[in-house]
């Protein structure tokens, strides 16, 4: 059920219905503490309720790096928020969670986790 609600969700994030209130921007995933760069180029920013968001390729690839497909800042609270990523593999795709991040001082379009860093400008 989890990978069928999975692939479903990759479809909805990847049709044109959703293309049509996306944009494109610059974005970065690194690994803290070294800020090795995960990915750094242009996402799909895919704009939530509340003032969250996801990001996925802008070239409409099903991964956004690595096995990522999609990944999703969601608030909750004032400049906290919970990220997860979907995982897609061969049984199709899971989500996984990467924990709490803050909003970054030094850049408020960043999000900092305990081991990453998200930003989309």
Not at 13 to 38: F, H, N, T, Y
Not at 42 to 47: E, Q, R, V, Y
Not at 48 to 71: C, H, R, T
Request: proline letters at 3%; hydrophobic letters at 40%; charged letters at 25%.
């Amino acid at each position: 059920m989890k990978r069928r609600l999975a692939a479903v969700a990759v479809f909805l994030l990847l049709s044109p219905v959703a293309e049509a209130r996306d944009r494109v921007v610059d974005c970065a995933i690194l690994s803290l503490p070294g800020k090795a760069v995960q990915f750094k180029g242009k996402c799909n920013f895919m704009p939530e309720a509340g003032g969250s968001f996801s990001l996925a390729d802008a070239d409409g690839k099903p991964k956004l790096y690595g096995d990522i497909g999609v990944v999703s800042v969601t608030l909750t609270g004032k400049d906290t928020a919970e990220v997860s990523g979907l995982v897609i593999d061969s049984g199709g795709g899971h989500s996984s969670r990467w924990g709490t991040a803050r909003r970054a001082a030094d850049d408020r379009a960043c999000w900092d986790g305990e081991d990453f860093r998200i930003c989309a400008w």
